[in-house]
């Protein structure tokens, strides 16, 4: 098998991603394992199911590239993106300050309109995720369907 720039640049994603997913699930563990203060229902089964997950998702890419799935490494990836995207638009109302509006000096009606506010938050962070889902994956696939035409 000859080297060129491709090869090489799928053996250094490979290599990179999976170091890295090795390297935080294990960092992760030892972390969580050393840990002596806190609740250890917390730390055992959020946290470490929290730390796999994260570290997943990178070993997860090095698996995909490895074995060339590129289709399915572009769905992880829409997924990826779709997930910040949800989490940017669901903060929004913490960014402007709407949900201090169910605290304790706050009368029936703030209460009323922040949790409106906070419920339409929720839903827009989903069409917009999905949408952000739809789009990513389309544009992805693509360039790999683009790839895979040139090779035969």
Not at 48 to 63: D, E, K, Q, W
Request: hydrophobic share 50%; with cysteine.
């Amino acid at each position: 098998m000859q080297m060129n720039t491709k090869s090489m640049l799928r053996w250094l994603v490979v290599g990179g991603f999976a170091g890295y997913g090795i390297y935080s699930l294990v960092d992760g563990m030892i972390d969580l394992a050393q840990q002596h203060g806190g609740h250890w229902v917390f730390r055992w089964l959020f946290l470490a199911p929290l730390t796999v997950v994260v570290s997943g998702v990178f070993l997860t890419i090095s698996y995909f590239t490895f074995t060339r799935q590129y289709r399915r490494l572009c769905s992880l990836i829409a997924v990826v993106v779709a997930v910040a995207v949800f989490g940017c638009i669901i903060s929004v109302p913490d960014w402007l300050g709407i949900t201090d509006w169910d605290g304790p000096g706050a009368h029936g009606i703030l209460s009323v309109v922040g949790g409106l506010l906070s419920i339409l938050a929720l839903v827009a962070a989903w069409y917009g995720a999905r949408w952000i889902y739809r789009r990513a994956h389309t544009f992805l696939l693509k360039y790999v369907q683009h790839e895979s035409n040139n090779a035969a």
